[in-house]
Nanobody, 118 residues
Framework: QVQLVESGGGLVQPGGSLRLSCAAS??????MGWFRQAPGKEREFVAA???????TYSADSVGRFTISRVYVKNTVYLQMNSLKPEDTAVYFC??????????????WGQGTQVTVSS
C-alpha cells in the first residue's frame, strides 16, 4: 500500500514562513504535488513537480512558494514564505501523473494544518 505522510504544518504569523514535507512509500512517482483545502471551500491546487524537475504553481503561489523533491527518496517539500491569513488551510500531499487537476493524482496524504494568524 502506498502511503503519503505530511509534516511541518503549524501556526505562523502573517509574513512568516513554513516548510512542509511529504514522504511517500514505495517507488518514486512521475509527479508529486500539493493541494490545500480551507473550511467551506473545495480542495485547490497549490504546486506540483515532475520527475524531471519541472514545476507548476497556482497564481497565488508564484513568488512565495517553492516546491522541490528528492526523487529517489520519494519526498517532496513546499517552502512557503510571505504567508498570508488566506493561506490558512489543510495542506495535502499527492502523488501520481501530475498536473493542476486533482484527478490526475492517485494517492493522497492525510493533510497537515497550516494556520496563518496574528
Amino acid at each position: 500500500q502506498v502511503q503519503l505522510v505530511e509534516s511541518g504544518g503549524g501556526l505562523v504569523q502573517p509574513g512568516g514562513s513554513l516548510r512542509l514535507s511529504c514522504a511517500a512509500s514505495g517507488r518514486p512517482f512521475m509527479a508529486m504535488g500539493w493541494f490545500r483545502q480551507a473550511p467551506g471551500k473545495e480542495r485547490e491546487f497549490v504546486a506540483a513537480i515532475t520527475s524531471s524537475g519541472g514545476t507548476t504553481y497556482s497564481a497565488d503561489s508564484v513568488g512565495r512558494f517553492t516546491i522541490s523533491r528528492v526523487y529517489v527518496k520519494n519526498t517532496v517539500y513546499l517552502q512557503m514564505n510571505s504567508l498570508k491569513p488566506e493561506d490558512t488551510a489543510v495542506y495535502f500531499c499527492a502523488a501520481g501523473r501530475g498536473g493542476a487537476d486533482r484527478g490526475t493524482y492517485d494517492y493522497w496524504g492525510q493533510g497537515t494544518q497550516v494556520t496563518v494568524s496574528s
